[in-house]
C-alpha cells in the first residue's frame, strides 16, 4: 500500500475511506488515486458514488498494558 500524502488530494472523495486501499501516485503537479479493485484505473476525482465502495472498519485504539 502507499501511504497517503500529508494531505489527501480530495479529501471528501470515498476512495481515502475505502477497505480496498487505494494507491496514491506522485506527479512533479499532481496525485492520483489508482483504484486496487479497477486495475490501471484513475477514477475521476473526487468519487463520491462507487459500487465497489466498503467502508473501512473502524480503527480501535491500542489497548494500555
Known amino acids: ?10 479529501p471528501d472523495s470515498l ?3 475505502c477497505a480496498a486501499p487505494p494507491r496514491y501516485v506522485q506527479s512533479r503537479t499532481t ?3 489508482l483504484c486496487p ?10 468519487v463520491r458514488a ?11 485504539p491500542p489497548v494500555p498494558r
Not at 500500500?1 to 480530495?10: C, D, G, N, S, V
Open 1 to 10: 500500500m502507499t501511504p497517503p500524502p500529508e494531505a489527501p488530494p480530495f
Open 15 to 17: 476512495c481515502h475511506r
Open 31 to 33: 496525485t492520483f488515486i
Open 37 to 46: 479493485l479497477l486495475p490501471g484505473k484513475y477514477p475521476p476525482q473526487p
Open 50 to 60: 462507487c459500487a465497489l465502495f466498503t467502508p473501512k472498519p473502524p480503527q480501535t
